[in-house]
């Protein structure tokens, strides 16, 4: 939340520029960078009618919270209004979502989106976007999560006439999700008033909103099952909810006219892609279309497989890899969901795999040719093999050589690490892969970081919150030499040693031994805390507390990081590998691992120097 008051007390400050500057302050803070001139804008106009609203309301006393955070993802409500509800007497709170729009129309395929001149691409509808801040709202937060019926939610278009935005309304579903235009601001004032008490100071109210436990978060893997084969369990939101609705779109217009299109869904770590992939599997399995599941991550598909398939192995068999395809007929499927696509390969083929079998195509292509609809979702920052190609530029390029129709959607939203920008900023920046200098750490109320002194502290600060109910993971870059899979009832080897401190690596079979997890289910299964992950087995993965090992394959020196291939004991990295790539590879490993974390993440570094920056960079406690 950026800025909270009173309506009054917002309202005289409404005529200079002491809310706006606020705003932009407490954004900078939050984000690490200024708000965009766009919504600067959206501040200077929309809350002055917000605020003229409840004051024409009589509606003063009610607590005004801007910019509200939802819980654990970066997206934030225009405005949640608490006061009193007139009749009942409860807490009553009411999601505002304003937009300036004087025009926007429904999409003509699905009402849930809708177009405005401003956008290249459809947006959410206004409705239904606040419905699901509402319902997301509701999902996480403690002090409404068993009253319902306490939270309304409202879009106003203040702008807008009804002339040019009445058809956005087909999308409202009850009170979840009203729309109201300028030309039924008399309208909007009576909802208010329904909901919110004249003369009931809405500050207590306020305090117990803020004040509600946050839910546990809805990990993926902890609701797959659920996902696949009942009912959606996540509540997807703004350009998730439209990348879903698009690639819905696209299955009926390919259905309808015979033809392919292709569609893109790019976003860093943590922005939902996983999400929205499952969500899609769940809908189209229980519609029947045939569709399959497709990754180049054997712990992602062996997880699914046993998560998500555990009572039906019709489940099971939605889950593929993307080297399944080889000699599959064209257009066999309906949809093809390519997750994790930026770990596509050059070819398919493999040294095991058969002369007979070998054509010499190109991996992408087999996975454009399989379906009418192949849609993939990628973050072109996390691939850490040389070979990997999935680009939005290598699907784009496929697309075109068979003049195929190619959507691409941004995801902006971060979901993960504790829904912080400024954190997934600082990894970036930190690591180079952005441009600046690493930025000292400020906390932000969502996203904790600390740096630890050895691997022993880092792993008793993991373990006392596993004690607490929390799920932790020891990761590192890959600086060990890993041993053979050691035999049944044999201990694993402690291949991670640094000083007196040694753990092994996860294991590399698909067995457990030892008590130890098989490499698939180490990030999900407890028992795999006892090892260290490396990229391969955590990418894909997310888990409340993160402790990452920095090892000597990078380092900091005289003011900046220095890569050092001859310290990586990963086999990929060949002789015929530039430098230049391996920094890159290296860089990207080291972001993936920093970004598993939900809660929070501790990091240790071996290098001594490196430890000292790491310090200067993230103050104690």
């Known amino acids: ?51 003229t609203a409840l004051d024409d309301a009589g509606l ?27 009749t009942t007497g409860e807490p009553s709170y009411v999601v505002v979502e304003l937009k ?16 405005v001149d401003a956008y290249a691409q459809p947006v959410l509808n206004p409705a239904e976007q606040v419905r699901r801040y509402r319902d997301y709202l509701i999902q996480f937060n403690g002090a409404v999560s068993r009253h319902p019926h306490r939270v309304g939610g409202v879009a106003y278009l203040h702008n807008a006439t009804e002339f040019g935005a009445s058809g956005l309304r087909v999308a409202e579903r009850g009170e979840d999700g009203l729309l109201f235009t300028a030309d039924r601001r008399a309208e909007f004032l009576a909802y208010l008033r329904t909901r919110l008490a ?26 797959a099952a659920q996902e696949v084969r009942e009912r959606e369990q996540f509540v997807l939101l703004d350009e998730q909810q439209v990348a879903y609705r698009l690639v819905l779109n696209a299955i009926r217009r390919a259905k309808q006219a015979d ?18 992939a499952l969500s899609l599997l769940g809908e189209l399995y229980r519609q029947g279309t045939p569709t399959l599941h497709a990754t180049g991550s054997q712990s992602f598909t062996k997880t699914m497989r046993k998560v998500a398939g555990t009572r039906k192995r019709e ?158 993971r020891m990761t590192a870059g890959y600086c060990w030499r890993w041993s053979p899979e050691p035999k049944p009832g044999t201990p694993l080897p402690l291949d991670v040693v640094i000083g007196d401190w040694a753990r ?18 180490w990030a999900t299964d407890p028992a795999g805390f006892g090892q260290v992950g490396c990229v391969y087995t955590a990418q894909g993965f997310e888990y409340d507390w993160s402790g990452v090992i920095l090892g000597p394959d990078l380092v900091w020196r005289n003011g900046r990081w220095v890569t050092d291939r001859s310290e990586s004991k990963d086999p990929v990295f060949k002789k015929s590998v530039p430098d230049t790539d391996v920094d890159r590879l290296i860089r990207n490993t080291y972001k993936v691992l920093l970004t598993r974390g939900m ?10 120097q490196t430890r000292e920056r790491l310090k200067e960079l993230i103050p104690g406690d």
């Open 315 to 472: 489940v099971q068999d939605l889950f593929k890899y993307f080297n399944s395809f080889m000699r599959t007929e064209n257009n066999s499927l309906d949809v093809l969901i390519c997750d994790e696509a930026h770990r596509i390969r050059e070819t398919s083929a493999n040294r095991f795999t058969r002369s007979a079998d070998r054509s010499g195509r190109r991996q992408i292509d087999e996975l454009i040719d399989v379906a009418r609809v192949p849609v993939f979702l990628l973050d072109q920052h996390q691939v850490v093999r040389p070979g990997e190609m999935g680009t939005v530029a290598d699907i784009k390029e496929a697309a075109a050589r068979r003049n195929l129709r190619c959507h691409v959607i941004p995801l902006d939203a971060q979901f993960r690490c504790g829904g912080s920008d400024a954190y997934l900023q600082w990894v970036v920046r930190l690591l180079g892969l952005a441009p600046g200098d690493p930025l000292e750490w400020e906390p932000d109320g969502r996203m904790q970081l600390r740096v630890a002194d050895s691997p022993e502290e880092m792993e008793d600060f993991l373990k006392a919150r596993r004690e607490e109910g929390r799920g932790a």
């Open 599 to 608: 809660v929070g993440t501790v990091v240790y570094s071996t290098d001594a």
């Open 504 to 521: 092994p690596w996860n294991l590399r079979g698909e067995r457990s031994v030892s008590g130890a997890p098989p490499s698939a289910l």
């Open 60 to 86: 003063g006393d009610v607590e005004v919270m801007l910019e509200y955070d939802l819980p654990l993802n970066s997206k934030r409500a225009d405005a949640v209004l608490a006061g009193v509800h007139p």
């Open 259 to 276: 033809s392919k299109e292709v569609v893109v869904v790019t976003g860093g770590p943590g922005t939902g892609k996983s999400v929205i």
């Open 198 to 223: 004249s003369g009931r100071t809405g500050a207590p109210a306020a305090d117990e909103l803020r004040a509600g436990r946050t839910a546990p978060s809805q990990q993926l893997m902890a609701v």
């Open 100 to 115: 300036q729009w004087s025009e926007a129309f429904p999409d003509e395929d699905d009402p849930d989106l809708c177009h």
């Open 1 to 51: 939340m950026l800025y909270r008051s009173s309506a009054k007390a917002l309202a005289s400050l409404t005529l200079g520029l002491t809310p706006l500057e606020h705003l932009i302050d407490q954004f900078v803070h939050h984000h690490g960078h200024r708000p965009s001139p766009g919504e600067q804008r959206s501040w200077a106009r929309s809350i002055p009618q917000l605020v």
